[in-house]
């Protein structure tokens, strides 16, 4: 029966596949005494010998579509299946107790892990502990003959239906394969959101309900441009979306022809238009969509794809080739932004009533300057390959901004010391916290330059929690007060001759974009994918006009949805 499921539009595009369900089944099972060992003993075999030969498989694909490296972890697990040690104990435990495969299998694996994790000093151990837990899933799977979803197995167009996605969960993605992304969680701008607009997958988000009311295999047409998600749509639905699809697609190739085109407004103002990354592993996506700059490498996902804290050379050479790929076009490196939701298995953080509140980012890097210490370094022998910036996540009050500022000069006195070459950096704060926003007069006055992060500064500003669905109309780009505080950070960087940016997901918001080159925002950070057709809009805008129209919307407007009407009158443009 068709349905339409009601979300929150993740990323742009429209995707008509069956699903394909990422979600965890059930794999509860009751203790039995048996009378038959040898029964039991069979089972447990047949499961390890169909667990492995998945892996196989498995396997296979992960080197194809992602390389050999990320197919590792799959050898991994199958030496693991094989361990004659953990077999015999299995079988031991099934003879000698009486018990079922099941039990035996929980038994066993259970005592490895927990031995494994007992050493808890030990990275190597630990993951061992998680590929063993891994492994029991999959060999219980095939006892209980229930599926265990594998996005590496998939073989054929889908519609990824999941609670939530982790960055582990789209690593593994084909994106030739996988057409479009629901979840029940998660906002405009929770990491799943950016992941998906990074990949360039259609994705609607915050749709609550998707994991129960979709099935296996069913067709459904995510639409990314509303927020739509159509189950089981008839064939006049298919060919509507059909036609919507080719005219998002026609204009996207239009947009293409924007570029090696300089970012030009109607009256000749060139604002760069730069990317937001996570990994260089971005960078593809950056110089396709003709990225003038990058605007925010949020540089925390070094850290939560290791095992343990990157040396200073890995991350040298991580911010070496970002800035090498970008030429003599700025690039913009955050420190480590880590807390809230962003959590590293190795650095054990304090459990917080608030985390989004608590101990994070800049405070981290002040608390553990050895860790921060080693970050810069890396940077400030990065910056002689380019035109690296430097810029400080969750600043609050000046003094934050200055013992940073004090750390990162003794590291840079230390290396030119040594003799190691450092390019000209600009060191500059993230505006993520009111507080910062408010005192922007001031910070104007020490920093080089200011990147607005909209996702924040918009959460802190509401009270609401960017992840919350339940909260997310709270989420208000065009609320009157939000464009205050923005314009009042823009006015104080230029007043002082500073360089205003934003690199929160605002800056590739198309309604949003008219407003900010009225404010004279010099940089505009977003996705890769949304930066030609940003620049498509901005070269049909004026933006004298423009700044009249923001002295009309921060004077005069409201509330949140009457600017959005007053841009959308004054700005036909705007395709809503
Ligand atoms: C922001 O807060 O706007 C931002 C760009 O940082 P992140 O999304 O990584 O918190
Ligand atoms: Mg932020």
Not at 113 to 142: C, G, P
Not at 268 to 292: F, Q
Not at 499 to 524: K, N, R
């Amino acid at each position: 029966m068709m349905k339409t499921i009601k979300g929150i539009a993740a990323s742009d595009g429209i995707a008509i596949a069956p699903a394909f369900r990422l979600v965890e089944p059930n794999l509860s099972f009751e203790q039995r005494t048996i009378d038959d060992p040898s029964q039991e003993i069979d089972r447990i075999n047949a499961a390890l010998e169909a667990s492995k030969k998945e892996l196989e498989i498995i396997k296979q694909k992960a080197e194809k579509n992602l390389g050999t490296e990320e197919a590792q972890v799959f050898e991994a697990h199958i030496t693991i299946l094989s361990d004659p040690e953990m077999i015999k104990q299995i079988t031991t435990e099934i003879q000698d107790k009486l018990v079922n495969a099941e039990q035996a299998l929980a038994d066993v694996t259970d005592s490895y892990i927990q031995l494994f994790q007992a050493m808890d000093d030990n990275e190597y151990m630990k993951q061992r502990a998680s590929d063993v837990a891994d492994v029991t899933k999959r060999v219980m799977s095939h006892l209980l003959g229930v599926e265990l979803p594998d996005p590496a197995l998939i073989d054929h167009e889908v519609v990824i239906i999941a609670h939530d996605l982790t960055p582990s969960d789209t690593a593994q993605f084909d994106t030739n394969l996988v057409k479009g992304i629901v979840a029940d969680l998660g906002g405009r701008t929770s990491h799943s959101a950016i992941m998906s607009r990074t990949l360039e997958i259609p994705a609607v988000v915050g749709s609550e309900t998707a994991t129960n009311d979709i099935k296996e295999d069913i067709m459904v047409i995510v639409d990314g441009l509303t927020g739509d998600v159509i189950v089981d749509p008839n064939d006049d639905q298919i060919s509507e979306y059909r036609q919507k699809q080719t005219k998002y697609l026609e204009e996207k190739a239009e947009w293409q022809k924007l570029k090696t085109k300089q970012t030009t407004s109607a009256d000749g103002k060139h604002p760069i238009l730069a990317a937001n990354i996570g990994t260089p592993k971005d960078m593809d996506g950056v110089l396709e969509n003709g990225a003038e700059g990058i605007g925010l490498y949020r540089t925390e996902f070094l850290y939560m794809d290791s095992n343990e804290l990157p040396s200073e050379d890995d991350q040298f050479k991580a911010y070496k080739e970002v800035v090498e790929k970008m030429g003599d076009k700025p690039v913009v490196i955050r420190t480590m932004d880590i807390g809230g939701d962003k959590k590293l298995p190795y650095l054990p953080l304090p459990e917080e009533m608030n985390p989004f509140l608590g101990y994070r980012a800049i405070r981290i890097s002040l608390d553990k300057d050895d860790i921060f210490r080693t970050q810069l370094r890396a940077l400030l022998r990065a910056s002689s390959f380019g035109n690296l910036w430097i810029m400080f996540p969750m600043i609050a009050t000046l003094n934050e901004f200055r013992s940073a500022k004090k750390i990162y000069e003794e590291e840079r006195e230390k290396l030119i010391n040594s003799g190691v070459k450092v390019g000209d950096i600009k060191l500059g704060i993230m505006i993520e916290i009111p507080a910062a926003a408010v005192l922007a007069d001031k910070f104007a006055k020490e920093v080089d330059f200011m990147s607005i992060g909209t996702n924040d500064l918009i959460q802190y500003s509401m009270a609401a929690d960017r992840g919350n669905e339940c909260v997310s109309y709270l989420y208000q780009p065009y609320n009157p007060s939000i464009l205050r505080l923005i314009k009042r950070v823009i006015d104080y960087c230029h007043l002082e001759g500073k360089i205003a940016c934003m690199c929160g997901e605002m800056a590739g918001d198309q309604i949003a974009v008219p407003l900010l080159l009225g404010m004279g925002l010099d940089e505009f950070s977003m996705s890769a994918t949304s930066i030609l057709r940003t620049r498509s809009l901005i070269k049909d805008l004026d933006s004298k006009k423009m700044a009249e129209l923001v002295n009309k919307v921060v004077n005069e407007a409201e509330t949140n949805e009457q600017v959005r009407q007053m841009v959308i009158d004054a700005v036909p443009e705007i395709k809503d």
